[in-house]
């Protein structure tokens, strides 16, 4: 099991590395065959790679992406939920994202699995 | 599959029906062989009558209960996430816990299942 300190340094590097575009950073918080299935419902990616191109198909879509906390991270040293909202640059417009992350974690703080729960119906200018 | 308008009456009345201490109408938000898990990692319950259990030991911890969502439900058809405060009152005291629960629902928009994350260290006053 992680501590809910691990816990909520993780959840914090994944806010800042995302935000800063560190690539390398963020793929390093999750485990060798950690999955990603964000939004929830579609296909699952698995490992490294897979979540890497993830990270380059989200990264397309805007001119720059930040991640900021609204809630949490709660749960326990195996699991956790946050809000956050992402806040999307699109050619001088700024969209937010509403999202909630749950992510199981192995014993070291690492990301084991990552749930995206976001619905693009909620998504609006700032 | 639900509907997003048919979630969204739902979680509204999951906190409307709570935070008015009305017990049939929130347990009638459930379908028969529902899930509760609350919080993450606690034993689950299962069915009206264990999750009335539920309703009857978290009622009993505070004079009232009131729910106030901050976020979402966000989600698909299926499943959605919210992220709530908690807000209880306990000898004129005001304990506030910020809660985030993820649902899955049945084809009618009932609650098939509900886990909260949520963590003692981040009960606060408010």
């Not at 419902?41 to 001119?63: H, M, P, Q, Y």
């Not at 050619?91 to 992510?103: A, E, L, N, Q, R």
Request: proline share 3%.
């Amino acid at each position: 099991m992680a501590t809910e300190e691990q816990i909520k340094a993780t959840v914090q590097r994944y806010l800042a590395t995302f935000s800063a575009g560190d690539r390398e950073g963020w793929l390093d918080l999750f485990t060798a065959d950690a999955t990603v299935e964000d939004p929830v419902g579609s296909e699952v990616c698995k490992g490294r790679d897979e979540i890497g191109a993830f990270w380059d198909t989200s990264r397309s879509l805007a001119d720059a992406i930040t991640l900021h906390l609204v809630q949490g991270p709660g749960g326990n040293e195996r699991e956790a939920a946050f809000a956050m909202e992402a806040r999307a640059e699109i050619g001088g417009t700024t969209m937010v994202v509403p999202t909630i992350d749950v992510m199981t974690f192995d014993d070291d703080g690492k990301i084991a699995s990552q749930r995206a729960f976001w619905s693009a119906s909620a998504v609006q200018p700032a």
